[in-house]
């Protein structure tokens, strides 16, 4: 597992996007923020982000047992952040999108807010993409335009959502499977995905080191954005996710294949002819156990088989009865 970042300023004055990645055992977290507002707002605004974000990861003891909860903790402590600065700083609108992504126990888990994004691939094809809240993005929806014309669109600069000083807003939850075998994840604001398409994110990140890949993809939005591109960021964590057998599924197998070779001796004999058992299993070594019917059949018989001391009491009871009769007719 790999995860880098990288920021340009592109064919702006000022960086305003942030990018953060960090590491535990048991996860990784990636935080993004594309920063508007004015002078300084939104770098203000996309750094407390950053910074609220850290402190959060930083408390959390190993695994995040609710990542909903976790992202939505940050967002509001960014958001309570904000609002503090914009009192002292009446002349900023401090604001940033927001993307937050946990990756963990092969999972994306990811909270976002405006148009930046994140990208799940793998080395075959592409799987998923946030949906951004944006003009665009519900133009798309509705059908009057294509993924393709997203970009270039008049309105593509106007969100829906961000995560601002004013008004507190929901993040968009979502819990993605990692693809089996290679994949890749890609967190970007739109200063990124406006210039580079989903087939050259995936010949880039998985046909080159991703260093390099993301050099180059950088330098390649750059130039297409020209001097009025926006300001670049992406994260890039590649993945390896192995198929895996359930404990519970292997322990059942078990226990089949033990019970059926246990139970097997006990079947009828015929049963076994019937259903033709393997020569590996030696018939000759097989109890043959009564059934129903010739069991029921040996009860019969062992009925019919009588008590020698029963016998011997009938007898006497007979002879007593015929000496009986045989003074009646003297008399």
């Known amino acids: 597992m790999k995860a880098i970042c990288e920021l340009d300023i592109g064919g702006r004055d000022e960086q305003q996007d942030s990018c953060k990645i960090f590491h535990k055992t048991y996860s990784t977290f990636i935080v993004l923020g594309d920063g508007m507002g004015g002078h300084k707002g939104g770098a203000v605004a996309s750094k407390t982000l950053i910074y609220h ?7 959390e003891a190993g695994h995040i047992v609710n990542p909903e909860k976790f992202f939505k903790s940050i967002i509001d402590n960014t958001m309570r952040a904000l609002e503090a600065y914009r009192t002292e700083n009446i002349d900023t609108d401090p604001q940033t999108t927001c993307v937050l992504v946990l990756i963990q126990d092969n999972n994306v888990y990811s909270m976002h807010i405006g148009d930046s994004r994140v990208y799940v691939l793998d080395d075959n094809k592409y799987h998923w993409r946030t949906k951004d809240h944006s003009v665009v993005q519900m133009l798309l929806n509705l059908g009057e335009i294509t993924e393709d014309e997203m970009a270039t669109h008049p309105d593509q600069n106007k969100l829906l959502k961000s995560l601002n000083s004013k008004k507190s807003v929901d993040g968009t939850f979502k819990i993605t499977p990692l693809p089996y075998g290679r994949s890749m994840v890609l967190v970007c604001s739109d200063g990124f995905w406006e210039y580079i398409s989903i087939e050259e994110m995936r010949r880039y990140g998985f ?27 992406i994260a890039v964590s590649l993945q390896e996710t192995k198929k895996r057998i359930k404990l519970i599924s292997t322990i059942g197998l078990s226990l089949f294949i033990i019970l059926s070779l246990v139970s097997i001796k006990y079947l009828p004999l015929d049963f076994l002819q019937n259903i033709g058992v393997e020569t590996s299993v030696s018939l000759n070594n097989v109890t043959k156990v009564p059934t129903p019917k010739s069991f029921a059949k040996s009860l019969l018989e062992d009925d019919k088989e009588e008590n020698p001391k029963e016998k011997k009491l009938e007898n006497n009871l007979t002879k007593k009865n015929n000496l009986l009769n045989e003074e009646k007719k003297c008399q």
């Open 53 to 59: 974000s850290k402190l959060a990861y930083t408390l």
């Open 207 to 233: 046909g080159m080191d991703i260093d390099k890949a993301l050099s180059q993809m950088v330098s390649l939005a750059k130039q297409r954005g020209g001097v009025d591109g926006d300001n670049i960021s």
